[in-house]
């Protein structure tokens, strides 16, 4: 008996990252991310799963939604499909999420594989609540909830498995979500909306992103004085968001953009809050050469690809992996847990090239040596 695999894309997921507007939630916000080059990223990262699960393709079932929602990227891929849904045109809500959600629980597909961020899964939750095995591909800025896979390479992987297995055990994964307004003013209100039912398998599965420790701003204050001591003249600085990052802004005395990338010349501020065409050409003009300083997700470990995606690989790749300054407290490297970092930058090569060892300053005239993996 054929296996029913459902698969709902956010087609505008991320597409606010590059452009350094911290989501894509509303028409408004839409609007100026495509005003500011913006381009769609969830249907490549969901076909980079569905390529996962070619071995499955004769004994498979597709069900999906209309256009770019889905059928496309289905049936460029060679799947046969099954549509839902009678939207149209190319903009999408998440009330069509829904809907197409819904459909999926009446026609009891054995797993709904979803492209999107947090946004995207609250709205599958408030459609199928755990009724259905569900499991995220990462296409979203901020992409907080346990809900989501590594990597799409990873979605597709894991989901090969589930299918394959029959019925492998489920577990409960948070759907979390933060406010976007009050994340454009550099405050974080995040909340829990509920759980889904995902494949448990850790070895594929991000974790929940976990908040900072509030006993460690003595470490982090270390950290900054370090780097900022370590800045040369003439070498451009392109410092990512965070709170450990914002240590190095406060050591040099400078304004940040908290959940931003600021650049910083001879200890300057050059330009605040910039997108992915800004810093390429900034780094156009620049003569003396680049540093990225970004910082990991607690719990999680990504430097790159998780609300950083001003760091475009177009970007990474100018600047060098040799000129890539990682920063966390050791607080933040034993949330891991042992795990390694991750980057998932959409670009495979450039993740193969990330991959390995790499120092992270974990302190004044402290480092560690941490494993990189994709």
Do not use: W
């Amino acid at each position: 008996m054929k296996k029913r695999l459902g698969l709902i894309v956010n087609p505008v997921a991320g597409m606010g990252g590059r452009v350094g507007l911290k989501g894509t939630d509303g028409l408004h916000i839409l609007k100026k991310a495509r005003e500011l080059g913006a381009v769609p990223l969830a249907p490549r990262r969901a076909a980079a799963a569905l390529r996962q699960l070619v071995s499955l393709k004769e004994g498979l079932d597709v069900i999906t939604c209309p256009g770019n929602m889905g059928e496309d990227l289905v049936r460029e891929q060679g799947f046969s499909c099954t549509v839902v849904g009678d939207r149209q045109g190319e903009d999408t809500s998440g009330e069509d999420t829904e809907g197409c959600a819904a459909r999926m629980l009446e026609l009891k597909v054995d797993l709904l594989l979803f492209a999107g961020g947090d946004g995207t899964a609250r709205n599958i939750y408030h459609a199928v609540g755990q009724r259905l095995p569900v499991l995220g591909i990462p296409a979203g800025v901020k992409i907080h909830s346990a809900v989501f896979a590594a990597s799409p390479a990873s979605a597709g992987a894991l989901a090969e498995l589930f299918l394959q297995e029959g019925a492998p055990e489920v577990a409960e994964g948070e759907v979390m979500d933060i406010d976007e307004e009050a994340f454009r003013e550099g405050r974080v209100s995040a909340r829990l909306y509920g759980y889904l039912q995902v494949p448990a398998d850790r070895r594929f599965m991000q974790n929940l992103k976990l908040g900072g420790n509030g006993g460690e701003e003595e470490a982090v204050a270390a950290i900054g004085h370090t780097v900022a001591e370590e800045m040369e003249e003439g070498c451009l600085y392109l410092v990512g968001p965070g709170t450990t990052t914002r240590a190095v802004m406060e050591a040099l005395n400078l304004k940040n953009t908290l959940l931003g990338v600021d650049v910083v010349l001879n200890r300057q501020l050059l330009a605040a809050d910039v997108g992915e065409a800004q810093l390429l050409e900034i780094l156009k003009k620049q003569q003396k050469g680049a540093r990225i300083i970004v910082t990991i997700i607690g719990g999680q470990g990504y430097i790159f690809g998780r609300g950083n995606q001003q760091f475009s690989p177009q970007v990474i790749k100018k600047v060098g992996r040799d000129n890539i300054t990682v920063i966390a407290s050791r607080a933040k490297l034993l949330s891991l847990q042992g795990e390694p970092l991750r980057v998932d930058t959409g670009d495979e090569e450039l993740d193969k090239a990330l991959s390995g060892y790499i120092k992270v300053v974990t302190g004044e005239k402290e480092s560690s040596i941490c494993r990189v993996c994709y």
